[in-house]
């Protein structure tokens, strides 16, 4: 059996971004981002949906403009109610933009069943995972 997604074919949004030290994603790389997440926010009626993020995430949100009304929050217990929760979003298309902070993908499995989810989907989404900190090779 073929699948069709024409839509699969089309450049959209797709952002995996490390974090490279073992503490959370700091507010003014987030802010960073504000922008190009505003933008794809409000493009829509539709939810923006945040799994795992900190209530930081939400209110600079909520300061670009987005509606608290339309943002869907999703704390999630562990890492692998996280990366469930960002697949069924990803392949829901309820959201204008899905902002995950995962922490550590638990297996390459996971990572591949996310790609496949954002290859099928119209949803942009920026994905934030922990990678251990790189020390310098001498």
Known sequence: MRYNYPHASQELAVNTLAITDDSSFSSE?????????QSLALRTKQWVTVIG??????QQLVNAGVSRSRIRWVAGRD????EWATEQALLAGTSS???SFLGDVSSSRVAQR??????VSQTHSFIFHNQPSRSPLH
């Open 79 to 82: 890492a692998d109610q996280r």
């Open 53 to 58: 993020g900190s209530r930081e995430a939400i």
């Open 29 to 37: 790389e987030f802010a960073s981002l504000m922008p190009r997440i």
């Open 97 to 99: 933009v899905v902002l």
């Open 114 to 119: 996310l790609k496949m989810a954002r290859k």
